[in-house]
């Protein structure tokens, strides 16, 4: 890895911050400035010849798709760009034939857009099922076991919880699709960039994830992978002219969609988020997702502890191993906390009954002893202000 200080230097916002909301949105890196102006001085320079331009808008798509197949182990022709995982997943969800296999298998742990997808369609016969959380942390794969059947599309889960931080057994949850000849969907907004993968080995079916967070590309762009194998298998209805197989004939008809991943594709990328979503994969290949892992788990486990040792409370996965970069602390009052955290310009979010804490390799031990100082402080003066109302 960089060295650190030279490292850090990169994230402006790092000199009057302690920032430690990562899985919302990553810092922002001044490569990643740089790229957007660079963008603009393209479209300054050339106007709408910037598509074509020697590294210019077609290129910069290119780009986007090598850099996400490396990160994932996958072929650029594999690769999908999209605005948002809600887009990638509508495109995906067009292709299912409900009649032949209902089901769909989600958690109550996973971003709510995933269910809602099949939720909607119940009318057109999709039937979403939510498997609750026994311990509110994980579900465990023999949850999945149980009800998988030969009426089951599809199994949609998170490889990493949004929720909780926790990481699924991926590897278990494709053998058991497969198993039930169904596919296994993964959402890997909160993996992609910090926990390594190879979607091959894991034998994922398809993927999706976005760049704003782990990816430090900011909003805008997201992604799908699907496997080579299905590429002919899968007709989206739901389509666009990027996803043409002869986009820049502009024939109206035939509909003929791309031989690859990108039939899924829809309509103009925001480009703006697409140089930035460059940039910040850069950032992050060149540091090397396993030496981000190390890193991140070296912060997230100090902080663990030092919260333990305090007496809050997690709601987070026992194994180690079996936990990313995510640090969720019960807190009845957490947006008032975050508030309250912020006026002290740290930064980290809430969600509902919780405090979310997510380091990333910019971070440095500085920032995990300032936060667990000021969480003890504020645990200190809450608990007094209990003392004397109640006095
Ligand atoms: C796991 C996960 N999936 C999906 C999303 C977002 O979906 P979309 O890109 O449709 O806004 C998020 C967070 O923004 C997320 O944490």
């Not at 991926?170 to 497969?178: F, G, K, N, T, Y």
Request: hydrophobic content about 45%.
């Amino acid at each position: 890895m960089m060295e650190h200080a030279m490292l850090r230097s990169l994230f402006p916002q790092l000199e009057h911050s302690t920032y430690l909301n990562s899985c919302s949105c990553g810092a922002l890196a001044q490569p990643v400035i740089d790229a957007v102006q660079h963008y603009l001085q393209l479209w300054k320079c050339h106007g709408g010849r910037a598509w074509y331009a020697d590294g210019g808008w077609l290129e910069a798509l290119d780009s986007a798709r090598a850099h996400i197949a490396a990160l994932l182990g996958a072929s650029p022709h594999e690769i999908a760009l999209a605005p948002n995982v809600s887009t990638a997943l509508a495109a995906l969800a067009s292709c299912m034939d409900y009649a032949a296999r209902p089901r769909v298998l989600t958690t109550s742990l996973d971003f709510p857009t995933l269910a809602h997808q099949w939720l909607a369609k119940a009318s057109a016969g999709a039937h979403c099922d939510i498997l609750p959380s026994p311990d509110g942390c994980t579900v465990p794969v023999e949850a999945f076991a149980a009800v998988v059947d030969k009426r089951t599309a599809l199994i949609a889960t998170a490889r990493v919880y949004f929720t909780t931080g926790a990481i699924q057994d991926i590897v278990a949850l494709a053998r058991l699709a497969h198993d039930a000849g169904a596919l296994l969907l993964v959402d890997d907004y909160q993996g992609t960039g910090q926990v390594p993968l190879d979607v091959k080995e894991a034998n994922i079916d398809m993927l999706v994830g976005g760049t704003q967070k782990w990816l430090l590309g900011g909003p805008g762009l997201s992604f799908l992978y699907v496997h080579e194998r299905l590429h002919a298998r899968l007709h989206p209805s739901v389509v666009g002219w990027f996803g043409h197989a002869h986009q820049l004939d502009f024939l109206l008809q035939p509909w003929e969609p791309r031989g690859d991943a990108r039939r899924f594709e829809l309509g103009t990328p925001a480009l703006p988020a697409v140089y930035a979503a460059n940039a910040g994969m850069e950032l992050v290949r060149k540091t090397g997702v396993d030496a981000i892992r190390r890193r991140v788990k070296w912060l997230t486990e100090t902080l663990v502890s030092g919260l333990t040792e305090a007496g809050f409370q997690l709601t987070m996965a026992t194994d180690p191993e079996k936990r990313a970069g995510i640090v969720m602390l019960e807190c009845p009052d957490a947006q008032a906390w975050v508030v309250e955290l912020a006026r002290q310009s740290i930064i980290v979010d809430a969600r509902p009954g919780h405090l979310r804490i997510a380091p990333h390799f910019y971070n440095d031990m500085d920032d995990i002893e300032r936060v667990l100082k000021a969480l003890k402080e504020l645990e200190w003066r809450n608990a007094a202000g209990i003392a004397s109302s109640s006095a």
